[in-house]
């Protein structure tokens, strides 16, 4: 078994679908809390599949992460569970110290105990695969190269900086302890099943319902954007060849100012659900308040991971842009259950 947590959400959940397509992979536990961002409707067609066990918890308890551990044996443990966005984390920071950070804690403490404990191979072949984000190493201006691995720490938000706090104490973990870590910090990922409180499903949603589409300040932050299922994959590889103790940078060489990629999102329904008065879903672009310390661009140098471990990203940015419009305009049963009381409540308190 592997245990991963958070795979309820978007990139968790991505994972465990694509991982159990893989013939002859092992089974996973499925730890998740279930949060706003957790959704089971994602995992609805593994409901009878004896290879996914679902435990519904916080990484944050001690007792039941390592009653999973003694009772799986699990060869690793993927963790993606965090409070992951970053207008949240600026109206209440809580969270998100309590989960990516003393939860992590808690992860890595139970991992250790557990890895303490086991013998010859299995524990030789232990993994334990932290998920972090491109946020850790700040904001870049326009000519500055991408971030490689080599990167100073210079989170600026709350979220980012409980980001980063996690893969410090992750590190410390390995240096300290020799627990068998690997970190991976990946760019703006998008695709299915992506909660629509971040840009690239909001804009979709918005814009089918005839809501104006945000754009923080002058829309032309830059983020480099990655097609989720290329960031399953390279999950994949950095747990099977990663060199213990080494980050890896994940990135989809896709660098687009915010504008652009609501332009381009407006194009694509033009063309595939067409307004019924015949002008364009740009004529929705709105532009709004800034985000406050809105970091400017982040870009990646996915290099290493390509040298090393022969991953590249399979999708394009028009490609996977594509699919996913498509995909949001194909499921609006998934789209019903996410879009809750509690999520019209956060539309009102950001967008008023
Ligand atoms: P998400 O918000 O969609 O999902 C997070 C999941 O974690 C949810 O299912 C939630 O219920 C669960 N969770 C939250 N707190 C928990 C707790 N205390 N115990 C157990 N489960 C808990 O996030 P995502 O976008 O899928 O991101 C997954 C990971 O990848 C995060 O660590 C994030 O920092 C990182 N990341 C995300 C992106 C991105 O673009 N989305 C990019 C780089 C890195
Ligand atoms: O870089 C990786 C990170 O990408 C992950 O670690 C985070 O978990 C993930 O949420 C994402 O963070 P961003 O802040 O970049 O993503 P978000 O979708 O919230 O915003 C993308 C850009 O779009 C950002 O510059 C802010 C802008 N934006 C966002 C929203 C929600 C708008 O202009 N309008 C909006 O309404």
């Not at 002859?24 to 959704?39: M, P, Q, R, S, V």
């Not at 250790?112 to 993994?127: A, H, N, P």
């Not at 990167?151 to 302890?177: C, G, I």
Request: charged share 25%; aromatic share 12%.
């Amino acid at each position: 078994m592997i245990l991963i947590t958070g795979g309820a959400g978007f990139i968790g959940g991505n994972f465990v679908l694509d991982w159990l397509k893989v013939p002859g992979n092992e089974g996973i536990i499925n730890l998740d809390k279930l949060t706003y961002a957790g959704n089971l409707a994602t995992l609805g067609s593994l409901r009878d599949d004896p290879r996914h066990i679902f435990v519904h918890g916080d990484i944050g308890d001690k007792e039941l992460v390592s009653n999973l551990l003694k009772q799986y044996q699990p060869r690793a443990i993927i963790n993606f569970a965090a409070e992951s966005h970053v207008d949240r984390s600026i109206h209440g920071p809580g969270e998100f110290i309590q989960t990516n950070i003393v939860g992590t804690f808690n992860l890595l403490e139970c991992a250790r105990e557990y890895w303490d404990g086991l013998k010859g191979s299995e524990k030789s072949q232990f993994r334990f695969h932290h998920v972090s984000t491109d946020e850790v190493y700040g904001s870049l201006s326009a000519t500055d190269p991408a971030f490689s691995e080599t990167n100073p720490y210079e989170p600026n938000s709350p979220y980012s900086a409980s980001k980063a706090a996690s893969d410090h104490l992750v590190r410390a973990w390995f240096h300290t302890y020799g627990l068998p870590v690997v970190t991976t910090n990946c760019s703006n990922n998008y695709g299915p099943y992506h909660f629509p409180e971040k840009l690239i499903p909001l804009v979709i949603l918005n814009a089918i319902n005839g809501k104006p589409l945000p754009i923080y300040g002058d829309g032309q932050q830059i983020r480099d954007w990655l097609y989720v299922g290329d960031h399953c994959t390279a999950i994949r590889e950095v747990l099977a060849k990663g060199v213990l103790g080494e980050t890896y940078n994940i990135g989809g060489w896709n660098e687009k100012a915010n504008l652009e990629v609501v332009k381009t999102i407006c194009k694509i329904l033009d063309e595939l659900k067409p307004r019924n008065d015949g002008k364009s879903y740009a004529e929705q672009i709105t532009f709004v308040k800034d985000r406050p310390g809105h970091d400017r661009r982040y870009a990646i140098d996915a290099s290493k991971i390509e040298r090393e471990l022969g991953w590249r990203p399979a999708e394009t940015f028009d490609s996977g842009i594509r699919k996913t419009v498509q995909w949001y305009l194909d499921n609006p049963k998934w789209i019903e259950g996410v879009v809750s009381g509690s999520y019209r409540d956060w539309l009102q308190k950001q967008y008023n």
